[in-house]
């Protein structure tokens, strides 16, 4: 384990599980008779329970948002950038759980988990979670953990969006709220991306109308595929340039070479939607992208985002990311500008980086700089 | 530079004021403003070195050009906006004067001088632009794009259909009462408590 002793890393983690009995009504009218939350902890929950931070995780995240498993010491977890003794959330003074969502496909209740009515994997058939339903599960795990109110509920992309929701949704429980990349809505474009992501799933002969677990078999080629183009989307042309240029990895430029051309950047999308394939359900991630279209903060309020995140108390810190286009800075600026005309406290900045929607993960010196500063107003003085 | 147009502002804010402060810096004066006056502030800068330091003092802040029209403020008011020697810097300062007196009940202006005697000296006995310590840059590289005289904005906010509510002056120490009678020869910056018209 190189690296799980690390400087400022939370260290060694490992998730908990909880179980829900109580059935669990979903936006779409669907029960869950019962369900199951899986999430990690970091830090010490303080006696007046005043240090709590959420972390929610994006499209395609995890529970495991910080730290190392001890079978694992290579990769740390998604978000360890930010988590840890000293790092801009830092667990030295607070408290900061991430739980996988439901409908995911790391531990929680979720496609690849079994139908207690059917003692067969959910598959398909599971019902169509969306944002408010998992803020829902989360204030019962949040409940379950003494927890009466966030300090701060932080996450970015879908995170981000969940964050908001939650602001909204239960305001008397979040006192800060951070929306990293995020957008009060998406757009038909964003939707479309996702549709593309879903077909490819869809298309695949191993997908069997999504019962693909009971066939002992699983669309990976479909999975790949919609990983490669939600991939592409989380970078920036530039980045992409930088990184990657014109390089071939396999075959050469000169006339007489007669060879496959494989460039560097096919190389690398091959290798992450192979690599997603083997690790990612193919109905968690149709579920998922749906949850993203059907997301609209405003959607109680006919659309006035100035009326919804009117009933918020928190403090916000909302930033976007120069290079990103799939939740381009303009979308940060509209929540921004509803927060703003609803009186709310609320801090934004464009983070200047090539880094595109994956810009909220990766370091940079102003982001990590502002992210730390700012969250000096959470918790206990 | 010589920021004695700061205590000026200082004055003029009201006790318990929503402050927009644009062009707020590292937020050192939007933070006075917020624990000598207990305003409730807000600060707009373009500067990331300049966002990180105001969010360090617990403050909010807004990253924007100025230049673009403040339109993430069109549906907030506030009581007081400043601009603090800044004014000279805009691409177009007679816009942002506008938004300013529309978003707040009041604004305050700050601005250098550039009628000063000192200004008119050096233009007119050696024929090149200023420079001196308040502006050191040369004409070419200097973010002062938009200099005026007090007898310049004074007009201007009689063209914009602004009210001059007060006017103050800033002066070297020998020269304070002569800023004071004869401001557009003798005050090295002038602050201006101004807002929309009635008319």
Redesign the interface.
Known sequence: MPNSGAHNSVGLVSPCRVRFETAFQLANGSVLAEHELVYETYGELNAAGDNAVLICHALSGTHHAAGFYADDGERAGWWDLAIGPGKPIDTRRLFVVCSNNIGGCDGSTGPNTLNPETGKPWGAKFPQPQVQDWVRSQKLLAEYLGISRWAAVIGGSLGGMQALQWAIDYPEWVEHCVALAAAPKLTAQNIAFNEIARHAILSDPDWCDGDYLSRDTIPSRGVALARMVGHLTYMSADGMSDRFGRELREGSFTPEAESEWVFQVESYLRHQGTRFSTQFDANTYVLMTRALDLFDLAVGDHGDLKAAVDKAHADFLVLSFSSDWRFPPHRSIEIRDALMAAGKPVTYANIETDNGHDGFLLPNQTYEALLTQWMQRVGPA | MNRLDLNTVLGWVPRGSKVLDLGCGDGAFLKRLCEERGAVGVGVDID??N??SA??K?L?????DINEGL??????RFDVVILTHALQELTHPHLALERMVHIGEEAIVSFPNFGHWRCRTHLGLTGHMPVSRAMPRSWYDTPNIHFCTVKDFEALCSDLRIDIIERATVAGAAQNWLGKWWPNLFASSAVYRIRRSAR
């Open positions: 990331p070195d966002l990180v969010v360090s617990g909010d802040v807004i990253q924007e339109n993430c403020f069109t549906r907030y």
